[in-house]
């Protein structure tokens, strides 16, 4: 059995949590409603994990979420990420998302087409939902079809959903220069302060 561990970490949104093995992250958590809803959400996660202070390569996973979500032009594609128990598909669509540089985005269209097949669009998606590691693994960056009045988020399964997403690309500057996503948004929807 590999050992998993977890830690608890300020950023600019909130408190995270990353779970790791041996041979990477296993999984990123974002921030919940308090430090403790993150730390009960990490335990139900991985509930043979230990809450410990942070290795090497956690640190460096640490640091680098920390730098991107206080608005650094972080490519986090270097932290080491166990996909031992990631199944076929999903990792393949991984690899792909993984090269999104911050600030820019894919449809689930145009990553069911670097697979080979377009008509992969919708198990592109449900490979988002189950994305173990957002921010390192930035599904936040792939989007749904766009239409006539701009780009569709698509869903988002972190807590807080698709304001998160739209706070996540906001924050790498998506769309700069352009109307941000959360235009999109109905106000009663609109995201309010940290």
Not at 69 to 88: C, F, H, K, M
């Amino acid at each position: 059995m590999n050992e998993q561990s977890f830690t608890l970490f300020d950023t600019a949104i909130g408190v995270c949590a990353v779970a790791w093995s041996a041979r990477g992250l296993i999984g990123v958590q974002l921030p919940e409603g308090n430090t403790d809803a993150t730390r009960a959400r990490m335990r139900k996660r991985f509930s043979e994990a230990v809450e410990r202070a942070p290795d090497g390569l956690a640190q460096q996973a640490i640091h680098g979420i920390v730098a991107l979500l206080n608005g650094e032009r972080r490519n986090l594609s270097d932290v080491a990420i166990d996909d031992s128990a990631t199944p076929e598909f999903n990792a393949r669509v991984y690899r792909i998302v993984r090269q999104i540089p911050p600030g820019q985005t894919l449809t689930y269209g145009e990553v069911a087409e670097r697979l080979g097949d377009k008509t992969l669009a919708r198990a592109v998606g449900q490979a988002m939902g189950q994305n173990p590691c957002p921010v390192v693994m930035p599904c936040h960056r792939v989007l749904a079809a766009s239409d006539r009045n701009g780009a569709k988020t698509g869903g988002f399964s972190a807590p807080g959903g698709v304001v998160t997403k739209l706070k996540l690309l906001t924050i790498e500057g998506a769309q700069p220069g352009g109307p941000t996503l959360f235009d999109a948004l109905p106000l009663a929807a609109a995201p309010r302060g940290h």
